[in-house]
């Protein structure tokens, strides 16, 4: 098998790429070494191949999108992250799942990640501020994991908490949201095949500020549903509130579709600010896409929803 | 008289070099991932911190008796709108493409971008009537028109505290100072009237 880093000049090739471990390790010695966070997660990324339906041409380039984040648990500038993501220990890490379903119990990362087959998916990225990236994400389905739970037939969500220790992430000693960050998705978008449980980018591990060991990415939903560092998974049967919903319910919903009609109320969701590979000091605004232009994968979840009312 | 040449060349050099670090930053692309997002920032920030400068120097002469702080403040008040106007500039060319139907939207529907332009608006004249003929020209008039900056820096408060996402800290200390500036001004301006009303009391006409 032969490792191509197939990002380095920003496209993707339809070949398959196969990694193991150790040519993980030349990928990143080869590539961004420096770039990434000397975190100590020990987990092996098992053998994973690109999703051919979802390449995308132009990615954000790996720098840009590990050093340009919005994590408030080590600060509120988008620079801080990476800063400061240094202090999380991501091993060990034990994900508890908890609520109406049979499988419950404390898992430790590496052995709940090798249940399932990793791949890596080209997703565009929608913040909510109005910015957006192209970024090659490795992960398992969370259907998948769903199914591994069990859930009972009464549970209608699910919901996702982030780690909360303010000595490991020191912008929890601020309170700038109340701790710890929560999100939560009906049963069926978790089920939805595009939902991914996200262990990794670029074909490493994730770096700390993106989110390590663990995180969420639902592509046609804005960025701040892609909760990080999660240590746990409950199965409700009512709708959870996530923290952004919390903070500020006039600005913020529990469904948080990327939806160019419905603005913010301070601001528009028309276009967004496609952040590139190269120098983007000239990069006008792009149109919004409804869905984030995953409207063929996931339009029928919301058939009949006033989505106006359900932002 | 020299002393006055070195202390302006002072204050504008002071002032070209938050610009200075925007271009320099720019060539070593060291302005974030966003770099529009980021130069916006950093030119709305500078306005408002060149906009309190400039206010401040007029309690400053209030409080020191010196008149230099005067002789500095047209030039101030004309960097403020220099760096108001990068903002809009950036706004308009690089962030919207000159789409002039997007520009219209926001500017009617986005209220935080409503108050900003209204802010630069206000400005305007203000920048076109900073020198000494209009001065002479407008007499009392130049005075009462110049006086808008007390609008232009709650507009432009305004403006930082509705575009926040979720921590007000940084506008609520801009708005801090503006508000303790003014607070001087009034003081003051109430003072001086019951010193004169005393005055005219002590001596009246006829």
């Known amino acids: 098998m032969k490792f191509k880093n197939t990002h380095v000049d920003h496209q993707v090739t339809d070949e398959a790429t196969y990694l193991n471990r150790r040519q993980l390790i030349q990928a990143g010695v080869m590539g961004t070494a420096a770039l990434m966070s000397p975190s100590a997660w020990s987990l092996t990324l098992p053998k994973h191949q690109t999703n051919d339906a979802f390449v995308i041409d132009e990615l954000t380039s790996e720098k840009d999108a590990t050093t340009y984040n919005n994590f408030y648990e080590f600060g509120l500038s988008k620079s801080d992250p990476a800063e400061n993501a240094g202090s999380l220990k991501t091993a060990p890490w034990t994900v508890t799942i908890e609520g109406l379903c049979e499988n419950k119990g404390q898992f430790d990362i590496e052995q709940l990640v090798k249940q399932f087959q990793l791949e890596e998916r080209i997703y565009r990225m929608r913040c909510v501020e109005a910015w957006s990236m192209v970024i090659p994400w490795l992960g398992f389905k969370l259907a998948d994991l769903v199914k591994f739970c069990q859930p009972l037939s009464a549970a209608k969500y699910i919901y996702f908490e982030t780690l909360y220790d303010p000595k490991q992430m020191p912008g929890q000693r601020g309170r700038s949201i109340p701790w710890p960050y929560r999100e939560g998705l009906r049963l069926d978008e978790a089920m939805n095949e595009l939902t991914l449980m996200t262990v990794g980018m670029y074909g490493k591990k994730l770096p700390n500020q993106n989110g390590a060991p663990l995180r969420l990415i639902v592509p046609w939903k804005y960025g701040f549903k892609g909760i990080k560092s999660i240590v746990k998974i409950k199965f409700l049967d009512q709708q959870p509130v996530n923290s952004w919903q919390a903070i500020a319910p006039q600005e913020y919903g529990f469904y948080a579709n990327v939806n160019p009609q419905v603005d913010h109320p301070r601001w528009s969701q028309a276009t967004e600010r496609r952040i590139t590979g190269g120098f983007s000091l000239f990069n006008s605004r792009i149109k919004t896409q409804m869905f984030n232009g995953y409207g063929d994968y996931v339009a029928d979840l919301y058939k009949g929803m006033d989505l106006s009312r359900y932002y | ?206």
């Open chain 2, 1 to 206: 008289m020299k002393h006055i040449t070195s202390l302006k060349v002072a204050v504008f050099t002071a002032c070209m070099l938050p610009l200075g670090w925007m271009v320099y930053d720019g060539f070593q692309h060291n302005l974030t991932a966003d770099p529009i997002e980021e130069l916006l920032h950093r030119t709305g920030i500078w306005t408002l911190r060149i906009l309190l400068v400039t206010l401040a120097m007029t309690p400053l002469k209030i409080l020191t008796g010196s008149a230099l702080f005067i002789r500095i403040r047209r030039m101030l008040g004309l960097f403020t709108f220099f760096y108001a106007s990068l903002h809009m500039v950036i706004y308009v060319w690089l962030d919207l493409g000159l789409d002039w139907g997007h520009f219209l939207e926001d500017v009617i529907e986005r209220p935080y971008i409503t108050v900003g332009m209204l802010a630069w608006l206000l400005m305007l004249p203000m920048a076109i009537t900073s020198n000494k003929r209009m001065i002479r020209k407008l007499g009392k008039a130049w005075k009462r028109l110049h006086q808008t900056i007390y609008l232009v820096i709650g507009l432009g408060c305004l403006h930082f505290l509705w575009l926040v996402k979720s921590d007000l800290t940084e506008p609520l200390i801009y708005t801090g100072i503006g508000l303790t500036l003014l607070l001087i001004r009034i003081i003051h301006y109430v003072h001086g009237r019951r010193k004169t009303r005393v005055a005219e009391n002590r001596h009246p006409q006829t």
